[in-house]
């Protein structure tokens, strides 16, 4: 079946840096774009940034454009989120999903939270 | 981005009755696959979103056909024959149609 399961989250101060990963499991993960999506406590949800099968196309929000940077290993089936300069806005469930238009399987989250 | 917006923001409903949430969009989804990406997602209190409804209209495996999903263009409907208490929750319209895929401010179904 498939399984995605995000980790890496965890408690950073303003400024510092992260790095979110998220293996894939039980489908063709090369096939697939991938996205992440977050979510702030309380708040709606947003996508962030997407990445094509190969890699090739990217799309980030204006709200982390020039700080996070996407990426992925085929081989290792595996999703990647590099956080740079995080702001205590940030603060969110992070959580990465197959494809971008909407797909059913999602993982479980990891929180980032950035405080001082 | 498309502004996806959903009415109303809070939905109490007595257990068994009817229930129905509204989303549209600033621009139409048709794609120009022929395909209208429209999405519906459940979240449960501490749960990830689940995806109930896609492309309008298309109930995922394993979600109750009380559930069910309308629409086109820019008017979207999720309605709820029946409600039931494990309905509780936050629900979602998510465009997929536009880059980027875009969500709804959320609707809060509460039972009454």
């Known amino acids: 079946q498939v399984q995605l399961v995000e980790s890496g989250g965890g408690l950073v101060k303003p400024g510092g840096s992260l790095r979110l990963s998220c293996a894939a499991s039980?489908?063709?993960?090369?096939?697939?774009?991938m996205s992440w999506i977050r979510q702030a406590p309380g708040k709606g949800l947003e996508c962030i940034s997407y990445?094509?099968?190969?890699?090739?196309?990217?799309y980030y929000a204006d709200s982390v454009k020039g700080r996070f940077t996407i990426s992925r290993d085929n081989a290792k089936n595996s999703l990647f989120l590099q956080m740079n300069s995080l702001r205590t806005e940030d603060t969110a469930v992070y959580y990465c999903?197959?494809?971008?238009?909407?797909?059913?399987?999602w993982g479980q989250g990891t929180l980032v939270t950035v405080s001082s | 981005d498309v502004v996806m917006t959903q009415s109303p923001l809070s939905l109490p409903v007595t257990l068994g009755q009817p229930a129905s949430i509204s989303c549209r969009s600033s621009q139409s989804l048709v794609y120009s696959d022929g395909n209208t990406y429209l999405n519906w997602f459940q979240q449960r209190p501490g749960q990830s979103p689940r995806r109930l409804i896609y492309?309008?209209?298309n109930r995922d495996s394993g979600v109750p056909d009380r559930f069910s999903g309308s629409g086109s263009g820019t008017d979207f409907t999720l309605k709820i024959s029946r409600v039931e208490a494990e309905d509780v929750g936050i629900y979602y319209c998510m465009q997929g149609t536009h880059w980027p895929g875009t969500f709804g401010q959320g609707t809060k179904l509460e039972i009454k």
């Open positions: 999903a197959r494809d971008y238009r909407g797909d059913r399987y």
């Open positions: 990445i094509s099968s190969s890699g090739s196309t990217i």
């Open positions: 492309k309008v209209s």
């Open positions: 039980g489908f063709t993960f090369s096939d697939y774009y």
